[in-house]
């Protein structure tokens, strides 16, 4: 069964240092997302990608953070510098889209950061 | 504005008892509705899904939702529980390119 691609699975890193996650999405997906899931909560949307292309990037704190999907498949979310407050797990998630709508979004394992 | 509530923080429930966590949702229009489920350290899984039609699905594991228009809510339930069903819920609603979570429900089973 095909699955979504999370590397690493755990990251510690001081603050101020820069960090980056890598999600493969399954195959022939053409959106990819990228959510934060504090402690407690629940994930909330960073990016969003159709294709190459940002469709939602409203709520990335793009001063610290970047994201890419240089070639439409595997993406990279970027953190410099970290802080502590990015302490969380990051989840990515892919769907094959229809007139705006996911109607199914498969994830990824996560990855786990930890912010000291 | 559009969100998702989970009332209900933490449930306990005995093994071999029913279960239901509520949902709530506030969109403009009716959203594309779904249960996840998260186990600790694990990405989401995908437990059901309304669209439209008839407004009692189900899902895998033995769950089942209901939809209700009236209620604005969309609740999970499932007859008998069983120890590993023990981890968090997420409700979440998709309206056009805008997807939202609950805060979610963790679920303790007590053997």
């Known amino acids: 069964e095909a699955e979504v691609a999370q590397s690493p699975r755990y990251k510690i890193t001081e603050k101020s240092q820069a960090v980056a996650f890598w999600c493969d999405p399954i195959?022939?997906?053409?959106?990819l997302y990228w959510y934060r899931q504090i402690l407690g909560q629940g994930p909330e949307l960073l990016v969003q990608?159709?294709?190459?292309?940002?469709?939602?990037d409203s709520q990335l704190p793009k001063d610290r953070f970047s994201a890419e999907r240089l070639k439409g498949v595997d993406s990279t979310l970027k953190i410099q510098p970290a802080e502590l407050g990015d302490s969380a797990m990051y989840l990515c998630?892919?769907?094959?889209?229809?007139?705006?709508?996911?109607?199914?979004?498969?994830f990824g394992p996560g990855t786990r950061l930890t912010v000291t | 504005a559009q969100s998702v509530t989970q009332p209900d923080i933490h449930i306990t429930v005995s093994e071999g008892a029913s279960l239901e966590l509520r949902c709530n949702y506030s969109y403009g229009a009716t959203p594309y509705l779904f249960w996840y489920v998260q186990s600790p350290g694990q990405g989401l899984q995908l437990l059901l899904k309304?669209?439209?039609?008839?407004?009692l699905v189900q899902g895998i594991k033995g769950f089942e939702a209901e939809f209700k228009r009236s209620q604005s809510s969309f609740n999970l339930r499932k007859p008998s529980v069983h120890w590993s069903d023990a981890a968090e819920y997420f409700c979440?609603?998709?309206?056009?390119?805008?997807?939202?979570f609950g805060a979610g429900t963790r679920l303790t089973v007590k053997p």
């Open positions: 309304y669209f439209s039609g008839d407004t």
């Open positions: 979440a609603a998709e309206g056009e390119n805008d997807m939202r």
């Open positions: 998630a892919s769907s094959i889209p229809s007139g705006g709508y996911s109607y199914e979004q498969y």
């Open positions: 990608f159709q294709d190459e292309s940002v469709v939602d």
């Open positions: 195959s022939g997906h053409a959106t």
